[in-house]
């Protein structure tokens, strides 16, 4: 009987590894042989640890699975048992997703190379090798591919430009410092598909002519590092990595550096510098990491979603993927569902849904039962949308227009209980611990915000302060982290201007 | 990295072991991550000893090395309790209680959030976001991720490790 349990950090988090344990001895005490696999999560996160067992008709799932389940579950032979959720593909939040990007996610051992041969792995960097660089460039901008980061870059761009750029040694940066609340979709692919981007990062690095790959993740994952290590120690057994990738004359190496807790490092000049051994501060540009990046040298620097993109493009080819999508918000956006709301988890889609089918249809409103009152869009810098936004499609251009960004397509609910000048008031708080200090309207800006928007109810000085403060943070900063800390504060206090008001005691003073 | 340390208790810097960790990893400034968080698995912080060790071998001013160890949140100058519980006050975790679970786990350690109990059995951390968003609120002890955290969990938790 093949049995499969995640190894996804959200699964060990609620006991995946019980589980797994119980299972096993359950199966000895039973004198039943079980083949258990540590396999990615399938995404629906409400459901871990979601267990599922091979049958003649496919595998079937059950969850959530406790301890105290297991013996039940073997007693109705996996069954018809209460925890029964039939098979994952049938579930709509999984039937109505587009899986591209996390096609493999969850179906096997994520660091057996075989397994990810035997459902279409390497394809993409096989045919990539089979063209010239500037053709694998020329196919990922055709594309019309993205910076799934936040930024929304178009990447073939960042890629010729490192190619063209003047220099002996180029790298390929993989961002893992997925920082943002709210987001977990570079977590799930690099514990759940690491060779994924593994392969994607083969396929930059033939693309631009870089021999030096590096994953700069954040250490808040450390069972994404300990599933990496042992990918990236396969591939180069496998001959995936090394100095005949595919025993072709193209030479690749990849590693591994763990980062140390500093949100602003996912800002790309950040990032670099602390790769360098430095405070994690961010560089003025120009010039671009594309031209002096890692150690001066011409750098891709591109987010896991990106990079993971890619395999399935040069697999399948840049039509089918640009042909997804609305307008220039083409291909799939894994899309993470999460904070308040019913169903969490990853729905990859193609760019165009609307905000209240992902929240209302798929997450299927609030967790806890109560009226869904807030998303926040993008992580800690993205604006909050209201019951008023539903409609909103979920493309870069639209949210761009709506006064907020879909950032890393992290969507967090918030139920009727949310005191929304205390988010506001958490933005500024954030902004003030994370900020690398280097520009005066993120440093000092985002201290003095916190203070002053405390007293919004108490002082009618206050809201206009921060309106004028926030227009300084947001022309005047270096980078996303002061520049787009205005888009939490501001949103708030346009779309819930009830939570800023004077209470009556102080109105009448 | 959390994951990987804490496991040992935070011993006294000793020479040879801080030499052997400079030579396994290199004496490039690149390499300074990764030893500042080989030394503080095998210590438990980094000490102001070692930090003139570090920048001697890599030809870095004490006070570039000291900048570096203060910029980021993992790293820690003094020792911590014997135990690490981190709570996320992140977002996704606020919308379903982060703040009042952090004000009952402070309220039952008797600490605030970067403070040790008086026994040194805990210290007690915020963090920003540990990708566990889908099971809010979540947190970690002594590197071990958990979710759906609630006050009687933690609670169970923590008694656990200081029985």
């Known amino acids: ?509 | 990295m959390r994951g990987f340390l804490l496991a040992t208790t935070p011993a006294p810097d000793t020479e040879p072991r801080l030499s052997a960790i400079l030579t396994a990893i290199g004496d490039q400034q690149a390499d300074l991550m990764n030893i500042l968080h080989a030394v503080q698995a095998e210590f438990g912080f980094i000490s102001e000893k070692s930090m003139r060790a570090i920048a001697k071998a890599l030809n870095l001013t004490a006070a570039e090395v000291h900048g570096v160890v203060t910029f980021y949140h993992d790293f820690k100058t003094a020792p911590s309790g014997t135990h690490v519980l981190r709570l996320c006050r992140a977002e996704a975790c606020k919308s379903m209680g982060a703040d009042h679970l952090a004000a009952e786990v402070a309220s039952a350690l008797g600490i605030g959030f970067g403070e040790t109990t008086a026994d040194g059995a805990v210290t007690l951390e915020e963090v920003f976001c540990l990708g566990l968003c889908a099971l809010a609120p979540a947190g970690d002890l002594d590197g071990k991720q958990y979710a759906r955290l609630s006050s009687e969990r933690v609670a169970l938790l923590a008694g656990k490790v200081r029985a």
């Open chain 1, 1 to 509: 009987m093949k049995v499969y349990v995640p190894l996804d950090s959200a699964a060990l988090a609620v006991g995946a590894d019980d589980v797994a344990e119980a299972i096993r001895a359950e199966a000895t005490k039973r004198g039943v042989t079980v083949d258990l696999v540590r396999n990615g999560s399938r995404g629906l996160l409400w459901l871990e640890p979601l267990v599922e067992v091979e049958t003649d008709t496919g595998r079937v799932a059950f969850g959530p699975v406790t301890v105290a389940d297991v013996a039940g579950l073997f007693d109705t032979g996996f069954g018809a048992h209460d925890l029964a959720i039939g098979g994952v593909e049938d579930l709509p939040f999984f039937a109505r997703q587009t899986r591209l990007t996390f096609a493999r996610c969850g179906l096997a051992d994520p660091v057996s190379l075989t397994a990810y041969e035997a459902m279409g792995g390497l394809t993409g960097l096989r045919k990539a090798l089979t063209l010239t660089p500037a053709q694998v460039v020329e196919t990922v901008t055709a594309s019309g591919l993205r910076g799934r980061g936040g930024a929304g870059f178009p990447t073939g761009i960042k890629w010729k430009t490192v190619a063209d750029a003047e220099g002996d040694q180029r790298y390929i940066v993989c961002n893992a410092d997925e920082g943002d609340s709210g987001t977990f979709a570079d977590r799930m692919l690099m514990e759940g598909d690491p060779f994924t981007l593994i392969e994607g990062m083969a396929i930059a690095g033939y693309a631009v002519g870089a021999t030096q790959g590096v994953i700069y993740l954040r250490s808040e994952y450390p069972n994404a590092a300990i599933v990496l290590e042992k990918a990236l120690t396969a591939a180069r057994a496998m001959g995936l990595l090394g100095d005949k990738v595919l025993g072709q004359a193209f030479k690749f190496a990849i590693r591994l550096q763990i980062a140390a807790g500093a949100y602003v490092c996912g800002e790309e000049t950040s990032l670099l510098n602390s790769m360098e051994g430095r405070r994690g501060i961010v560089r003025t540009k120009p010039p671009l990491p594309a031209v002096k990046g890692f150690l001066a040298s011409p750098t891709v620097v591109n987010n896991v979603l990106t990079l993971g993109s890619v395999p399935h493009i040069l697999a399948h080819g840049a039509e089918g993927y640009a042909a997804l999508g609305l307008g220039r918000s083409k291909g799939t956006m894994p899309i993470q569902l999460g904070g308040n709301l019913r169903h969490t988890g990853l729905f990859e889609a193609p760019f165009g849904i609307t905000l209240g089918a992902l929240v209302n249809d798929i997450a299927g409103g609030t967790a806890t039962g109560r009226p869904l009152r807030a998303v926040q869009v993008g992580g800690p810098l993205g604006a909050y949308m209201s019951a008023n936004d539903m409609d909103l499609p979920f493309t870069y251009e639209h949210f761009d227009a709506a006064g907020g960004l879909i950032g890393h397509a992290g969507i967090v609910g918030f139920d009727d209980q949310i005191d929304m000048l205390e988010m506001a008031r958490f933005a500024f708080e954030f902004c003030a611990k994370e900020s690398c200090g280097k520009c005066t309207p993120c440093r000092i800006g985002s201290v003095r915000g916190a203070e002053t928007i405390a007293r919004a109810r108490t002082d009618a000085t206050a809201i206009p302060l921060i309106k004028d403060l926030c227009v300084t943070m947001k022309d005047g900063s270096l980078c996303a982290l002061g520049g787009f800390t205005p888009y939490p504060v501001m949103s708030a206090i346009t779309k819930f201007p009830e939570d800023f008001a004077l209470t009556e005691t102080e109105a009448a003073e």
